[in-house]
């Protein structure tokens, strides 16, 4: 039997029917771009997180940036972020001219709350907080430190549809939290998508009018903005797969309840779950101080798909050569 690292026909079939059903409609409709497709998933996302708000977008990466860029951050502001994020964060810093600041990951894979005060200098302005693997940050420390400081709190929830930090969705508790709908993702569209959420009525607003050309009245544009819209198709394809998310999270977290009580190896160094959190299990990911690539050749073999995540942090890609990090 081949085990894939991503399965997304299997994901498709698991609904086929509903999926293209719900294709056809919009497609029939003759509206594919900020229609009632768009709105109604909106609804249901900001629902679903315990937002008051929710704006899809193009995609993950336009989530975090038009982010920074409506709270004001930009040239010569800096943003903590943990060094082990996937580089759209660090994108989504830099493409408002603002400096990122790493701060090394914990135990649990996430950003470590007890570094990031040693790294707040008076030009920082917000935290991104990456909700990596499906793991949770500490965010009874983040959001006190930000309080301390008055930063603004960005979550950054790619990978972690559906987890909760003390009972709260993660999305709900900072200013602003950043959704991609990549194929991969718990909820993941069927192309690119994203959206944000946020309990600011003004910010939800202006998001709006950022993500089309800048304009809330048409052909009247206040500001130059983006195309970024999450479109007819997507929103309705999400809203289908959004009915199943619960059950795909339990099904996660089944089997990584399994691999934890059966994978008994003192070379690997298993995950972890944050008390005070659960865990959605984007990624079951594993630590091995040795010997790393027989193990993934070992697993190939048997037909066991793997991935490094990730195999060059942003700090020492060829992108970001200029802010002089060196391994």
């Not at 660090?90 to 790493?102: E, W």
């Not at 903005?225 to 394809?237: F, P």
């Not at 059950?247 to 977290?253: F, G, I, P």
């Not at 020492?316 to 802010?323: D, I």
């Given at each position: ?5 991503n ?54 990466l ?48 996430n ?40 930063l ?58 950022f993500?089309?050309y ?67 299990w ?8 040795a010997?790393?690539e ?21 700090h ?8 002089g990090?060196?391994?």
């Open positions: 039997m081949k085990i894939l690292a399965d997304l026909k299997r994901q498709y079939e698991l609904h086929a029917a509903a999926y293209e059903e719900k294709a056809l409609a919009v497609l029939r409709s003759g509206w594919y771009i900020l229609g009632q497709e768009v709105e109604a998933f909106e609804r249901e996302w900001a629902n679903y997180i315990g937002t008051g708000y929710c704006v899809g977008l193009a995609s993950g336009d989530a975090l940036w038009i982010s920074f860029r409506l709270l004001g951050i930009g040239e010569g502001d800096e943003v903590i972020v943990c060094s082990n994020a996937y580089i759209a964060c660090v994108m989504g810093i830099t493409m408002n001219g603002a400096k990122p600041v790493f701060v090394e990951p914990d135990e649990y894979d950003i470590d709350a007890d570094k990031i005060e040693a790294a707040i200098t008076p030009s920082t302005k917000a935290v991104l907080a990456v909700h990596l693997f499906g793991q949770s940050c500490d965010m009874d420390q983040i959001m006190s430190i930000a309080r301390n400081h008055h603004r709190v960005v979550e950054d929830c790619a990978q972690s549809h559906g987890n909760h930090w003390k009972g709260k969705r993660v999305g709900s508790i900072g200013d602003i939290g950043c959704f991609s709908f990549y194929p991969t993702k718990g909820c993941g569209a069927f192309g690119d998508g994203g959206c944000i959420t946020t309990n600011d009525e003004k910010l939800a607003e202006d998001f709006k009018m993500r089309n800048g304009s809330r009245v048409h052909y009247h544009n206040e500001v130059v903005g983006a195309n970024s819209r999450l479109d007819e198709i997507q929103a309705g394809l999400l809203r289908v797969k959004l009915q199943y998310l619960e059950d795909l999270n339990a099904e996660r977290r089944r089997l990584a309840a399994r691999y934890l009580n059966e994978l008994k190896n003192p070379y690997l160094i298993l995950p972890r779950v944050r008390e005070g959190a659960d865990s959605s984007h990624q079951f990911v594993i630590h091995v101080p010997h790393r027989e193990l993934m050749n070992h697993l190939k073999k048997h037909q066991i798909g793997t991935m490094i995540h990730y195999p060059i942090p942003p020492l890609s060829e992108a970001y050569r200029y802010l990090f060196h391994r």
